[in-house]
């Protein structure tokens, strides 16, 4: 049913560059719950495009310093 | 922990129970007399009136509890909730199905009842533990 995401994202460290937001700050923001947060972080879940769009615009960073998808080993760049 | 899923386990905390206790009180029952003499409307009429009151309560305990939480929800909760329904949904369908053709063998309605009864409750059940699964590991849309 579930396969683990290949998405992997740098919100704990942006949080911590931007004055050690809490997930709680950072959830209400992005208008959504801590728990969601909480699982977008540690990889359980993956956000639709505009909910990571919002996650990149409270960081006013691109999307792809937020969430990133490794290259696959053929050297082509993976969708996502 | 999410409103969603505090509520999911409130289905758990008041459905098992009560489903057990019907079940103690109707299959000793049908073991041991004819199924026409059976009592079981009453019994099934106060599993439903309590599981739907309890549930409404639990509901309000939990939303008391932190009410700024109830009032959020975003679209995991949604996404885990749709999957829940979905596969509680089966079940309902099963219970209805065998419902269905248990109507059309003419079986006694004690059977019919009961199928379409513990299909929904079973369907109830299923559902709050597939979206608790989903609160606490990976879940994706894809």
Redesign the interface.
């Known amino acids: 049913m ?4 290949r998405v992997t994202n740098s919100i704990r460290a942006l949080r911590f560059a931007a004055g050690e937001m809490t997930q709680a700050d950072l959830a209400d923001r992005v ?3 801590r ?2 947060i909480i ?1 977008i972080e540690q ?6 495009l505009e ?1 990571a769009f919002r996650i990149a615009r409270v960081f006013r960073v691109p999307l792809d310093e937020v969430f990133q998808y490794p290259h696959e080993q053929d050297g082509q760049e993976g969708q996502g | ?2 409103f969603l ?1 505090k509520s999911n386990w409130v289905v758990l905390v008041v459905g098992v129970p009560t489903l057990l206790v019907y079940l103690f009180v109707v299959v000793p029952q049908v073991l041991g007399q004819p199924i026409a003499e059976i009592s079981w409307v009453e019994p099934m009429i106060v599993t439903i009136v309590v599981f739907v009151v309890a549930n409404v309560l639990g509901n309000v305990v939990a939303a008391a509890s932190n009410p700024r ?1 109830a009032d ?6 949604r996404e885990i909730d749709r999957l829940g329904e979905r596969v509680g949904n089966w079940l309902i369908i099963a219970g209805s199905i065998v419902a269905l053709v248990l109507a059309m063998a003419r079986a006694d309605h004690f059977w019919i009842a009961n199928a379409i009864f513990l299909g929904g409750l079973a369907g109830s059940l299923v559902s709050a533990v597939t979206k608790i699964a ?2 606490h ?5 894809w």
Request: glycine residues 8%; charged residues 25%.
């Open positions: 579930v396969k683990p995401t208008g959504v719950t728990q969601t699982a990889g359980k879940y993956s956000p639709t909910m | 922990m999410a899923e939480e959020t929800n975003d679209e995991r909760d989903a609160y590991g990976p879940f994706q849309r």
